[in-house]
């Protein structure tokens, strides 16, 4: 089992601590972000990981060697001239997944206690392209699905901004992404977006074209976005 932990942001929610070392490398109870992520996917059956880079990238480095690799093979996408978002960030770390294998793609600032095994099982028990841990709860910005957890749609509250997919079957629900995907390799094929691009405009642009994106949800379970300061108290 893969994955890639998307670890090369400024970590700009976290400064001043991120002003000397990266965001993740930055503390949860003396753990750093990156070693809580990384046991939770060994946990799930991981044993090989993928870990983007741009900001302070040989701390992130030193780390992970300063502790064995934590016993998985460990390659790093270095974003070296510019960060790539989301989208591109995976699109450059394409030739990593090459065992025809769905893959988890987590956010290092994203602490929680869900079942990761059974996201995969959900995202394995039909054929889809994508399923995105979400929960019910406020927050700027939302996935929009159907009656069937489906996606149909994105929506910002802040900027009052919709972009739909796709007619919803049935009601449509506002759902809260939780930062972990499990994706199906088959995207790398559909994935158009060049350079520094969001995946939520990918997956948006997919699901209008008839690609089956679902959510999987998480109420009930621990989940904490730390990427800012206020989460870290």
């Known amino acids: 089992m893969k994955a890639i932990i998307l670890a090369a942001g400024l970590g700009t929610r976290l400064r001043p601590l991120t002003n000397t070392k990266p965001k993740a490398l930055v503390e949860v109870a003396g753990v750093p972000l990156l070693e809580i992520v990384l046991k939770r996917l060994i946990a799930a059956g ?9 900001h302070f990238p040989e701390q992130i480095r030193d780390f992970v060697h300063s502790k064995s690799d934590f016993g998985l093979r460990v390659e790093f996408s270095h974003e070296k001239d510019r960060l790539l978002d989301t989208g591109g960030g995976l699109q450059q770390a394409a030739h990593f997944f090459d065992d025809g294998a769905p893959f988890y793609l987590h956010n290092v600032d994203i602490v929680s ?29 939302y996935f929009i699905f159907d009656a069937d957890l489906t996606l149909c749609g994105w929506k910002s509250l802040k900027t009052g901004v919709v972009k739909n997919a796709r007619a919803p ?6 759902l809260a992404f939780a930062g972990v995907h499990v994706i199906s390799p088959e995207i790398f094929a559909l994935l158009r977006e060049r350079g520094s691009f969001s995946i939520v405009d990918s997956y948006l642009r997919l699901a ?5 994106i679902k959510a999987y949800r998480i109420d009930g379970f621990e989940w904490r976005d730390v990427g800012k300061l206020s989460e870290l108290s």
Do not use: C, W, Y
């Open 113 to 141: 206690d869900f079942d990761l095994r059974a996201m995969l099982a959900a995202h394995m028990s039909e054929p889809r392209l994508v399923t995105l841990a979400v929960n019910q709860r406020e927050t700027a910005r």
């Open 169 to 174: 079957k049935g009601n449509s629900l506002d």
């Open 208 to 212: 209008a074209q008839g690609e089956t």
């Open 46 to 54: 991981v044993t090989e990981v993928i870990i983007n880079l741009h």
